[in-house]
């Protein structure tokens, strides 16, 4: 046996060839697996401490207007009051409290009180905030969940957008790359890609929407790893677009419409359970009441496309490393079991005399195939 695995030896080192091919098929198949899981693994700890240091919320309630037929009768005479409770406002307050009636609602007037009160609370956002706050009761009144309200505001210039959001200081904080938080109504962040698209440094001022703000961070946002600025856009162009970190002071200030979420951290089944909730497409809201209709949606972020898209990427990018091995070694066991049928075909004259001396056929293949797999891995 030993005299066989010599005389092996002694013909791949004059003709190595076929081990030199078997070697490169095999370090290839090693090396790509071993490099695709080394990344992503090295990409999936990050991410989770990522998320995790900057609380990544579990589920976004997403608040629609506020509109006068969704109202209580309590709630209307309140909000009413506290839009127009000044000397100077009475004759809108008689117009906000006796123009709907809820028992015979007229649908021109309910529109014309309606576009007064969204400007109206354009300009009194602290109003906005306040009904906001007291629909969220409900779910508050649960104690099993953390929420922190955030502002969110699409402006468009021409083909270029900026999307405002508020700073949050609890859940889906910022991660602030260089630079520091805006600490005023002028201050903001941008996207660093932007910034050197357009040659913005920080200190520099810039100009959103008529609006002058000073440019102190370069930011990301753990909600957006995948940056869609517009919902209705998945593609993100980083030289005109940009999320734009701001205090809500300076994106009331635009008095332009905006949206409100609340981030919430906590067990999204439970809360679907207290909301008698099949599914996220399912929704049953009347725990809040006549109220519900100004629920938009509560998401959890698992269906968030902005918030997931990286993580199921990086999911997807292991799926295929996996694939990728067995495929390759697949391969390689084809390309091996080829080329050592072209061994034994080419010492077809060897082996008919190694039989004729009485080696036993299991030896003879046991040693040529042996040598060749070893050398090639090694």
């Known amino acids: 046996m030993r005299l066989l695995f010599l005389e092996q030896f002694r013909r791949h080192v004059k003709n190595p060839f ?11 198949v090693v090396i790509s697996y071993t490099s695709v899981s080394l990344m992503v693994s090295r990409l999936v700890a990050p991410l989770e401490t990522y998320t995790e240091t900057h609380r990544l ?19 209307h005479k309140t909000l009413c009051e506290d839009l127009y409770a000044t000397p100077d406002k009475v004759l809108e307050l008689g117009k906000c409290i006796l123009y709907y009636d809820s028992r015979d609602p007229d649908r021109e ?26 629909m969220m009761d409900p779910i508050r009144e649960l104690d099993t969940f953390e ?29 602030v790359s260089a630079g520091r ?3 005023d109504a002028s201050e903001i962040g941008i996207f660093e890609a932007f910034a050197h698209k357009n040659d913005i440094a920080l200190g520099d001022t810039v100009t959103f929407g008529g609006r002058q703000f000073d440019v102190v961070a370069f930011m990301v946002q753990v909600n957006f790893t995948l940056p869609s600025i517009r919902q209705t856009f998945s593609t993100f162009d980083a030289e005109k677009e940009t999320l734009v970190w701001a205090l809500d002071e300076a994106i009331y200030a635009f008095e332009s419409p905006y ?20 599914d996220v497409f399912n929704v049953d809201l009347r725990m809040f009441g006549r109220n519900m209709h100004m629920i938009r949606q509560i998401v959890p972020t698992e269906y ?16 295929i490393a996996r694939a990728f091995f067995v495929v390759f070694f697949g391969l390689a066991l084809l390309l091996t079991t080829s080329i050592l049928a072209r061994l034994f075909e080419r010492q077809q004259r060897t082996l008919s005399i190694l039989t004729a001396l009485g080696i036993q056929k299991w030896k003879i293949t046991w040693a040529m195939t042996t040598l060749t797999t070893l050398l090639s891995v090694v």
Not at 18 to 28: D, E, P, Q, R
Not at 57 to 75: K, N, R, Y
Not at 125 to 134: G, K, L, Q, S
Not at 259 to 274: K, N, P, S, W
């Open 18 to 28: 076929y081990f030199l091919i078997l070697a490169f098929t095999f370090s290839v």
């Open 57 to 75: 919320a579990d589920f976004t309630v997403t608040m629609g207007q506020i509109e006068v037929e969704h109202l209580s009768g309590q709630q």
């Open 109 to 134: 007037k309910t529109n014309e009180l309606n576009r007064m009160l969204q400007a109206s609370l354009l300009e009194r956002p602290d109003v906005a905030e306040a009904f906001y706050a007291t």
């Open 147 to 175: 929420f922190e309200m955030s502002l969110d505001m699409l402006l468009s210039e021409g083909d270029r957008h900026y999307r405002f959001i508020s700073i949050n200081e609890h859940i889906n904080t910022p991660y």
């Open 181 to 183: 938080l805006p600490e």
């Open 259 to 278: 949206r409100v979420h609340y981030y919430g951290r906590g067990d999204i089944e439970a809360l679907m359970a207290d909301f008698e909730v099949s």
């Open 304 to 319: 968030s496309f902005n918030a997931r898209t990286v993580f199921h990427e990086t999911r997807l990018t292991d799926m």
